[in-house]
């Protein structure tokens, strides 16, 4: 790979522009909203979304990782059931996909 | 303090949110430290100064694009590869549009100069610990405003140490680090469990970023699972 110039014009200007459109990600949804008019439907759709994010994000993973992932994540959500506490969740999804990688899978 | 009518009551800001959001936040920090270590390591080895990694830690503070960008980065930086950078930037962050509209209900009567700012960190831990403090009555906007300043110094910091000490975090495999995310985010799942009716619009999100992500590659798994389980959520009735 080749070095960057550091301290360079072109360096600062390109994060800067990562800067402003990653920016007008994270605003932007918000600052729409304001023109929007509000509806139950709306509502409910707002009401989906965290949960469809998350298995939006982590089930691809899971299908690219295999056994390990289901194992770890699989013990996680029981863990999170029965202790209601995302330390232990985490913990144990942890331990299980350590176990799991030093077993082999 | 309750109630979960669309925001025409303004939203405290309290130390008190914000300590609990501090908080709520300590399961996900091992995962954000090792995310931050990654992101630092990765500067340091494509020749990146100290200055500009850490510069685009504070002002980008979006790790995954980070790290695809510094991966394509160009020799010489024209307008085109300017341009390039921020689509790309737009395209692998586009689920905080998303994110950031679902925080409006709740937020929306809060005070553009507390709002905006806060935004700028906001981060996908930090976004569901929040919406799930709010899906259970919470009110406290100093929740998100905790839960954020917590992952995004813990993670800027790890990142100047990755970028110091570069190879540390060789073998984040070996104590299944890499899946601390995935785990969190997973656990998340049952305090917003609201019945197996719901959780359709969960499973349509599901097959429709596998699909997506098996048919096209890319990044736009994750919006088009969202969009597609948050339109099948709007248009379910409340059975339950």
């Known amino acids: ?105 | 303090m309750s109630g979960t009518g669309s925001g025409s009551s303004k939203p405290p800001w309290t130390l008190t949110g914000f300590n609990l959001g501090m908080r709520l936040a300590l399961p996900i920090m091992p995962g954000m430290i090792a995310f931050g270590l990654a992101v630092g390591a990765t500067a340091a080895r494509k020749g990146f100064s100290f200055i500009d990694s850490l510069l685009m830690n504070v002002v980008v503070y979006a790790g995954m694009s980070q790290l695809v960008a510094m991966e394509a980065w160009p020799e010489r930086v024209t307008l085109g590869a300017m341009f390039a950078l921020a689509v790309l930037g737009a395209t692998v962050n586009a689920r905080m549009l998303l994110m950031s509209a679902a925080l409006y209900p709740w937020l929306g009567s809060s005070p553009p100069w507390r709002i905006y700012p806060t935004l700028h960190i906001l981060a996908d831990p930090s976004w569901l610990i929040s919406m799930r403090y709010r899906s259970e009555g919470g009110s406290d906007a100093g929740v998100l405003l905790g839960s954020s300043v917590i992952t995004a110094i813990g993670w800027i910091a790890a990142s100047c140490v990755g970028y110091a000490g570069g190879m540390l975090i060789a073998d984040v495999r070996r104590y299944g680090i890499d899946l601390v995310m995935p785990i969190f985010f997973a656990a998340m799942l049952i305090p917003l469990w609201r019945g197996s009716r719901r959780a359709i619009a969960w499973v349509v999100a599901g097959v429709v970023a596998v699909a997506v992500q098996q048919l096209a590659g890319g990044w736009w798994f994750i919006v088009a699972g969202a969009i597609a389980g948050s339109v099948v959520g709007g248009f379910l009735d409340d059975g339950d």
């Open chain 1, 1 to 105: 790979m080749t070095a960057i110039e550091s301290a360079n014009f072109g360096v600062l200007a390109a994060i800067a522009a990562m800067a402003v459109a990653t920016y007008a990600m994270r605003a932007g949804g918000f600052w729409m909203m304001q023109h929007v008019p509000p509806s139950a439907r709306l509502r409910k759709m707002l009401e989906a979304l965290p949960g469809s994010v998350i298995v939006a994000a982590v089930l691809p993973i899971v299908v690219r990782d295999g056994i390990t992932a289901i194992l770890a994540i699989g013990a996680a959500v029981i863990a999170m059931l029965l202790t209601r506490r995302d330390i232990v969740a985490v913990l144990t999804g942890m331990a299980v996909a350590a176990a799991a990688r030093a077993a082999g899978l």
